[in-house]
T-cell receptor, first 112, second 113 residues
Framework: QKEVEQNSGPLSVPEGAIASLNCTYSDRGSQSFFWYRQYSGKSPELIMSIYSNGDKEDGRFTAQLNKASQYVSLLIRDSQPSDSATYLCAVVGSGNTGKLIFGQGTTLQVKP | EADIYQTPRYLVIGTGKKITLECSQTMGHDKMYWYQQDPGMELHLIHYSYGVNSTEKGDLSSESTVSRIRTEHFPLTLESARPSHTSQYLC????????????FGPGTRLLVL
């Protein structure tokens, strides 16, 4: 079992729809969780960080964390073609090393 | 917003050459990281540093080496480049006061012929 798991997709949604991206992690002691967006050939760009159970909203993006179930999700409302990218879930392990453990990424395609 | 820089952005070089990929950040972050990523594939941590004179190997074995003589500078060196080293190399830094949020540089695309 991978430490951080994501469905590689592609996830295809029509423009204007809600895209839901999911991630599960194995280390129960993890405290910090991140979503990065990566366009093809570019470096990852931080979208959201979340540390507490519940929802965190930033514009069209909402991150959701459920530590009991060990999953974190990202919702993108009113999806735009420019949102088409690979979304990486990353988790800081409980060893307090600061190292991020990345999932393999989910490719999102928003069709006009 | 992060200020982290990588040079060169693109490099095409012949087999056997020695290369150094530069990474610098102006945020005073103690922690810095090097990742390797092939097109469409996962990120792999190859080196990290928690401060000056501290370097560790990452999760993916790499023939490259790193040094950390100054807080802001974390260069990666390949003594003898091979075609198998062709990849994208990404540098990142983080501030533990910022709950370990990592910020990435723009990356270096390396092609070894």
């Amino acid at each position: 079992q991978k430490e951080v798991e994501q469905n590689s997709g592609p996830l295809s949604v029509p423009e204007g729809a809600i895209a839901s991206l999911n991630c599960t992690y194995s280390d129960r002691g993890s405290q910090s969780f991140f979503w990065y967006r990566q366009y093809s050939g570019k470096s990852p760009e931080l979208i959201m960080s979340i540390y507490s159970n519940g929802d965190k909203e930033d514009g069209r993006f909402t991150a959701q964390l459920n530590k009991a179930s060990q999953y974190v999700s990202l919702l993108i409302r009113d999806s735009q073609p420019s949102d088409s990218a690979t979304y990486l879930c990353a988790v800081v392990g409980s060893g307090n090393t600061g190292k991020l453990i990345f999932g393999q990424g989910t490719t999102l395609q928003v069709k006009p | 917003e992060a200020d982290i820089y990588q040079t060169p952005r693109y490099l095409v070089i012949g087999t056997g050459k020695k290369i150094t990929l530069e990474c610098s950040q102006t945020m005073g972050h103690d922690k810095m990281y090097w990742y390797q990523q092939d097109p469409g594939m996962e990120l792999h941590l190859i080196h990290y540093s928690y401060g000056v004179n501290s370097t560790e190997k990452g999760d993916l074995s790499s023939e490259s080496t790193v040094s950390r003589i100054r807080t802001e500078h974390f260069p990666l060196t390949l003594e003898s480049a091979r075609p198998s080293h062709t990849s994208q190399y990404l540098c990142a830094s983080s501030d533990p006061r910022g709950l370990e949020t990592q910020y990435f540089g723009p990356g270096t695309r390396l092609l070894v012929l």
